[in-house]
């Protein structure tokens, strides 16, 4: 897996660019170029279609900013924070807790910072920069602070998560729909964390984009009847012992899982296995997908239960996709503290407070994982390219007239002023027809549309299969017909 060249090539070809390059940029930002915004947009879309629509889940659009009173309810104020260590000669600065692990390979997680400080002394953990010594580990709050107004004597923050911004609109959304439970609110946006050391192209950024949703259920309602449909859906899963013992990744069904009590809640289990549906017709294989059964030291004290959807990635596994079952803990904690009362009212008349399952998926680890695992180092047809689903296909269809023929450029004109109001398109009459099939794998283009000699005689053109290469005559009368059923496709074939 070659990272550094698709890091290359998605600046090279419009995809991912450092953000403020020219200015030398602010390291853990990135900008998405004209194919690369295509390909977020569509991963987008398909995530839509495929969580969204059929489960009386409701997208809404919330501030960036928010007050401080959001957080302090929230617990970010307080536990949002990574434990740091800095260097008392270059004053270099650490995580220690990422420190410590690479360079003893222990876990570190659920550690005080007491135990941190003290685990660095012990083993004598020195700046990996300069050999200096470290200072005791403190916390760093990771929330970009904001002085809101002229005066800027209003604390708000930028959100760190957009979850936030659906409980604090919980009882807005649920009036204005007049809605019953279960039903969920989903949001899609950036969201702000100030890591100490970002890291790994779009693993670790200070700026990205999630999409959450918050899923409200009736608390006594254990029974989720859509889930039969998933239930023998297959996942691998990290158990507590695993990890534990260094163990494997175990095959299970959803149903399995839950019996095991690894997934606590059987909405939960209906997402996963909507996940691991959802990544695999990304392209991302069955053996680089597995959900992790979070260890009880990592899960918060009002989690029923938490499992990270984790990737195979070049460096190794991370995770792309939080689950938790958060119960009433958010709606509890903003009621207490705005006054506002957070219930609903069931049909028995009962009031209750919604417990939550949350999904929350990481769009930009989503990308990285596609393009590492579409990526195709092709020694035979000389040049690299990307086997995108051409559902995400940032661009779905490329049209060429074979040579520079006065005839042909305006015959493949024609059509691609008819298709691009459609299909996201390109039109390339420059250079080789080899050089421009190769631009478009390049951006992983999977149909290939080129206007011939025969075209301008019976109103055919050819149709080049990106993952084949080979070409299939098609009739100019069937063609959009013939690109609407393959360009929205999962599969090229
Ligand atoms: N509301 C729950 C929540 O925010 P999280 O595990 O902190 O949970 C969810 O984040 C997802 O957001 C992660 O699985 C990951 O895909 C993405 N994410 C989190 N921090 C990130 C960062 N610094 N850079 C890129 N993506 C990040």
């Given at each position: 897996m070659n990272?550094e060249?698709?890091?290359q090539?998605?600046?090279k070809?419009?995809?991912?660019?450092p953000?403020s390059?020219?200015?030398g940029?602010?390291?853990?930002?990135?900008?998405?170029g004209?194919?690369?915004?295509?390909?977020k947009?569509?991963i987008?879309e398909?995530?839509?279609?495929?969580?969204?629509k059929?489960?009386?889940?409701?997208e809404i659009?919330?501030?960036?900013?928010?007050?401080?009173?959001?957080?302090?309810?929230?617990?970010?104020?307080k536990g949002?924070v990574?434990?740091?260590t800095?260097c008392?000669?270059?004053?270099a600065?650490?995580?220690?807790?990422?420190?410590?692990?690479e360079?003893l390979?222990?876990?570190?997680?659920g550690l005080s910072?007491?135990e941190?400080?003290k685990?660095?002394k012990?083993?004598n953990?020195?700046?990996?920069k300069?050999?200096g010594?470290l200072e005791e580990?403190k916390?760093?709050?990771l929330?970009?602070?904001l002085?809101?107004?002229?005066?800027?004597d209003s604390k708000g923050y930028?959100?760190?998560?957009t979850?936030?911004g659906?409980?604090?609109n919980?009882k807005?959304?649920f009036?204005s729909?007049?809605?019953?439970?279960p039903f969920?609110?989903?949001?899609?946006?950036?969201s702000?964390?100030n890591?100490?050391?970002?890291?790994q192209?779009l693993?670790r950024?200070r700026e990205?984009t999630?999409?959450?949703?918050?899923?409200?259920?009736?608390?006594?309602?254990?029974?989720?009847?859509?889930?039969?449909?998933?239930?023998?859906?297959?996942?691998?899963?990290?158990?507590?012992?695993?990890?534990k013992?260094?163990?494997k990744?175990?095959?299970?069904?959803i149903?399995?899982a839950l019996e095991k009590?690894i997934?606590?809640s059987e909405?939960?289990?209906?997402?996963?296995?909507k996940e691991?549906?959802?990544y695999e017709?990304?392209?991302?294989p069955?053996?680089a997908?597995?959900?992790?059964?979070?260890l009880?030291?990592?899960t918060?004290?009002?989690?029923k239960g938490?499992?990270?959807?984790e990737?195979?990635?070049?460096?190794g596994w991370k995770?792309v996709?939080?689950?938790?079952?958060r119960s009433?803990?958010?709606l509890?904690?903003h009621?207490?503290?705005?006054?506002e009362?957070l219930?609903?009212?069931l049909?028995n008349g009962k009031?209750?407070i919604?417990h939550?399952?949350?999904?929350s998926?990481?769009i930009e680890?989503?990308?990285?994982?596609i393009?590492?695992?579409?990526?195709?180092?092709?020694e035979k047809?000389g040049w690299d390219w990307?086997?995108?689903?051409p559902?995400i296909?940032?661009?779905s269809?490329?049209?060429?007239?074979l040579?520079?023929k006065?005839?042909?450029i305006k015959?493949a004109?024609?059509?691609?002023?008819?298709?691009?109001?459609e299909?996201d398109?390109?039109?390339d009459?420059?250079?080789?027809?080899?050089?421009?099939?190769?631009?478009?794998d390049e951006i992983?283009i999977?149909?290939?549309i080129?206007?011939d000699?025969q075209s301008?005689?019976?109103?055919?053109?050819?149709?080049?299969n990106?993952?084949?290469?080979?070409?299939l005559?098609?009739?100019l009368?069937d063609?959009k017909?013939f690109?609407r059923?393959k360009a929205n496709?999962l599969?090229i074939?």
């Amino acid at each position: 897996m070659n990272v550094e060249k698709i890091i290359q090539i998605a600046k090279k070809r419009g995809f991912i660019f450092p953000s403020s390059e020219i200015y030398g940029g602010i390291s853990g930002t990135y900008d998405f170029g004209p194919i690369g915004f295509l390909l977020k947009k569509k991963i987008i879309e398909y995530w839509r279609e495929f969580f969204l629509k059929d489960d009386n889940i409701f997208e809404i659009e919330t501030s960036l900013i928010m007050p401080e009173k959001v957080f302090e309810a929230s617990g970010h104020l307080k536990g949002f924070v990574d434990p740091i260590t800095q260097c008392k000669k270059c004053k270099a600065l650490y995580r220690a807790d990422h420190l410590i692990e690479e360079s003893l390979h222990i876990f570190t997680e659920g550690l005080s910072i007491e135990e941190l400080t003290k685990i660095i002394k012990e083993n004598n953990i020195k700046c990996p920069k300069c050999g200096g010594e470290l200072e005791e580990v403190k916390v760093f709050n990771l929330m970009f602070e904001l002085g809101i107004g002229p005066l800027k004597d209003s604390k708000g923050y930028l959100r760190p998560e957009t979850a936030q911004g659906i409980f604090v609109n919980f009882k807005n959304v649920f009036n204005s729909l007049r809605a019953k439970l279960p039903f969920g609110i989903a949001q899609i946006g950036k969201s702000f964390r100030n890591e100490i050391a970002p890291r790994q192209w779009l693993i670790r950024m200070r700026e990205f984009t999630q999409m959450e949703i918050e899923f409200f259920i009736n608390p006594e309602e254990k029974k989720f009847e859509k889930l039969k449909k998933y239930e023998n859906v297959k996942i691998r899963v990290l158990t507590r012992e695993a990890q534990k013992n260094n163990g494997k990744e175990e095959e299970m069904s959803i149903k399995e899982a839950l019996e095991k009590n690894i997934i606590p809640s059987e909405y939960m289990a209906y997402f996963i296995a909507k996940e691991q549906i959802f990544y695999e017709n990304l392209g991302i294989p069955k053996e680089a997908i597995r959900f992790r059964h979070l260890l009880p030291e990592e899960t918060p004290h009002y989690s029923k239960g938490n499992v990270d959807m984790e990737i195979k990635f070049d460096f190794g596994w991370k995770e792309v996709v939080g689950n938790a079952y958060r119960s009433d803990y958010d709606l509890k904690k903003h009621s207490e503290f705005s006054g506002e009362k957070l219930i609903v009212t069931l049909d028995n008349g009962k009031q209750v407070i919604p417990h939550v399952i949350e999904p929350s998926f990481g769009i930009e680890r989503t990308i990285y994982a596609i393009l590492l695992y579409s990526f195709v180092e092709d020694e035979k047809r000389g040049w690299d390219w990307f086997n995108f689903a051409p559902k995400i296909a940032p661009i779905s269809v490329a049209v060429f007239p074979l040579l520079n023929k006065e005839e042909m450029i305006k015959k493949a004109e024609e059509i691609f002023e008819n298709l691009k109001m459609e299909f996201d398109s390109i039109f390339d009459k420059s250079g080789s027809i080899g050089k421009r099939y190769a631009r478009a794998d390049e951006i992983g283009i999977p149909f290939c549309i080129t206007v011939d000699y025969q075209s301008l005689e019976d109103n055919t053109v050819t149709v080049r299969n990106r993952n084949t290469t080979q070409q299939l005559r098609v009739s100019l009368k069937d063609l959009k017909e013939f690109l609407r059923e393959k360009a929205n496709s999962l599969s090229i074939q």
